[in-house]
Nanobody
Framework: QVQLVESGGGLVQAGGSLRLSCAAQGRTNPVYVMGWFRQRPGKERELVAIISSRGITSYGDSVKGRFTISSDKVANTVDLQMNSLQPEDTANYYC??????????????????WGRGTLVTVSS
């Protein structure tokens, strides 16, 4: 059973940067997709960025050009570098993964394992 442990959230001013990290503990399948969703106040969960074990990536439209996802397959970690943060990026950010596939999907219900979430607050 894979468990996801997130770190790196916090408070930052608009225009600043943060880096989130997620470690997948207990993963034995080298084939997977892994990444980040977020839930803003009063909104549904939405895709931020996702990466497959083949290195293919996909981003939500609102973060393209500002956020970058990367992975370390040996360490079983995924990082999200967030630049040019804006108040509308304020949200709980959740690490997600699904083993046994490299198909990326923007639907939240596609991902079987979720972390507890880490709060990112961007002040204006």
């Amino acid at each position: 059973q894979v468990q996801l442990v997130e770190s790196g959230g916090g408070l930052v001013q608009a225009g600043g940067s943060l880096r989130l990290s997620c470690a997948a503990q207990g993963r034995t399948n080298p084939v997977y997709v892994m990444g980040w969703f977020r839930q803003r106040p009063g909104k549904e969960r939405e895709l931020v960025a996702i990466i497959s074990s083949r290195g293919i990536t996909s981003y939500g439209d609102s973060v393209k050009g500002r956020f970058t996802i990367s992975s370390d397959k040996v360490a079983n970690t995924v990082d999200l570098q967030m630049n040019s943060l804006q108040p509308e990026d304020t949200a709980n950010y959740y690490c997600v993964t699904r083993s046994g596939t490299t198909v990326l999907n923007a639907r939240a219900d596609y991902y079987r394992t979720w972390g507890r979430g880490t709060l990112v607050t961007v002040s204006s």
